[in-house]
């Protein structure tokens, strides 16, 4: 499995894109206002205003069906947020998510990134990106969730 940059043009593999998204966003938000808003049109092309402006970038993992996706956000030309990252259902806890993700880490470093910052969702993703190298900066987000970050270097 590896990671490809979506093409926003290609309206049926988006509509894939969402539909994913969408059923993600429905297993990790409780907050049925908070859910409506990123299921929303709105979300979708705030997403997509960005992604023609070049300030995200949209990845996905595709075997017959979407497996995984990663929305970046770039901050500024050294440092990117983890927007997104989520995986199917038949793939979680095999590895495919720690191998994925020094796949993204790897491009980061190859693109001029220094550091990665995220937002965990929960204590399960809280305890994986903790695994991966991120730490606590004791910072929080506009969402109210703690940052964490990571300073990226070449891969041995």
């Not at 290609?10 to 938000?29: C, G, H, N, R, S």
């Not at 206002?33 to 979300?43: A, E, H, I």
């Not at 092309?45 to 995984?68: H, L, R």
Request: aromatic share 16%; glycine share 4%; with cysteine.
């Amino acid at each position: 499995m590896q990671w490809k940059k979506v093409v926003i043009e290609d309206q049926i593999f988006v509509k894939a894109l969402w539909e994913f998204a969408d059923a993600y966003f429905a297993e990790i938000i409780s907050d049925k206002s908070v859910l409506n808003y990123f299921t929303s049109p709105k979300y979708r092309n705030e997403v997509i205003k960005y992604v023609k402006k070049e300030q995200i970038e949209i990845f996905t993992v595709f075997d017959s069906k979407i497996k995984a996706i990663c929305f970046f956000e770039k901050q500024d030309e050294k440092n990117v947020f983890l927007m997104e990252y989520c995986l199917a259902k038949d793939i979680r806890n095999q590895g495919y998510g720690k191998t994925l993700y020094y796949e993204l880490e790897k491009y980061s470093f190859e693109h001029g990134y220094e550091k990665i910052s995220l937002t965990p969702t929960s204590s399960g993703n809280r305890i994986f990106w903790e695994k991966v190298g991120f730490i606590p900066t004791g910072e929080i987000s506009s969402n109210g969730e703690e940052i964490f970050e990571k300073r990226i270097k070449q891969l041995i």
